[in-house]
């Protein structure tokens, strides 16, 4: 489980993103990045959607007319359904950013680089993306680290 898995299957790469949730050590190969990536970022995709397509679909918009020729347009105010729609992906993000960051901590490993510089991905999103695209680097067994017993 400590070493990166090459040409790891959809099904490996999430599993061991989810089974090596705060794993900093040892590294992560491109396949089991990009697995991940997808799932990650797909499933944000779809929660962010399902939440604005809620609130596109149910929104209404009133016309007043105040008299004196003034309109005043308002729009419904966001029900309870909407937050809990927004509340969703905010929850995954918090549940998936400690693994994003250990699985982009460990491919900087397997490409022989500081698994910190992938804090650079949090404030430049382009980075993180640049980083998952470096090949390994056979150098990189030296962030290897066995575990006793396994």
Known sequence: ???PRYGASFGQAVGRFFRKYATFSGR???SEFWWAYLVVAGLSF?????AIAYR???????TYDLGGGQVYQATTPPGPVFWLLLALPALWWL?????????????L????????LYLIAVFVGIVGIVFGLLPSNPEGARHDRPEAGR
């Open 46 to 50: 779809i929660l962010v959607t399902v």
């Open 28 to 30: 992560a190969s491109r």
């Open 109 to 116: 490993h397997d490409a022989n680089l500081p698994g910190a």
């Open 95 to 107: 549940a998936t950013i400690v693994p994003t960051l250990a699985l982009g901590w460990r491919r």
């Open 1 to 3: 489980m400590w070493a």
């Open 56 to 62: 596109v679909a149910t929104v209404e918009y009133r």
